[in-house]
């Protein structure tokens, strides 16, 4: 099984608790999240719409909501992206581990996750320490 995320999800997959912007939304999400956690599944990297926004209420036209908004969210992925081999086809799991060992704080993430609107709900935001 192989799945497509965009940088930036791969943090808001360690934190999801059940929230999202609609059902379907969130059905998705858990799907995705479940998927993803699976020694056979592997995942490609990507700054684009994802198996996560395609079930995305915000998904317009192929962007995020719209063009400010997208940019920043491209930003955000590339945040991320910046710290991975995005050539490589990863194996989710060691995917994942790798994406706890960069970031571990929240310094590190601070210019993924601040301003985001769930981050005060986001268990991986939530867990990291102040410290560097
Ligand atoms: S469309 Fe935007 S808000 Fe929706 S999942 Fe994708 S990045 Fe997130």
Known sequence: MKLILR???????????GYGYDENFVENMIDVNNKRKLPETKVSLTNCP???????????????E?????????????AVLEKL???TEFK??????KIDSI?????????????CIWHEKCLFYQNLSNNR
């Open 7 to 17: 940088g930036h999800h791969l943090l808001c997959l360690k934190g999801f608790q």
């Open 103 to 115: 970031f571990n704080t929240k310094e590190s993430v601070s210019e993924i996750c601040f301003n």
């Open 50 to 64: 994802d198996d996560i926004c395609k079930s995305c209420p915000n998904l317009k036209n192929n962007i995020c």
């Open 66 to 78: 719209d063009i400010v908004q997208n940019d920043r969210i491209v930003k955000m992925d590339n």
């Open 92 to 97: 989710s799991v060691e995917l994942f581990e």
């Open 85 to 87: 081999d995005t050539e």
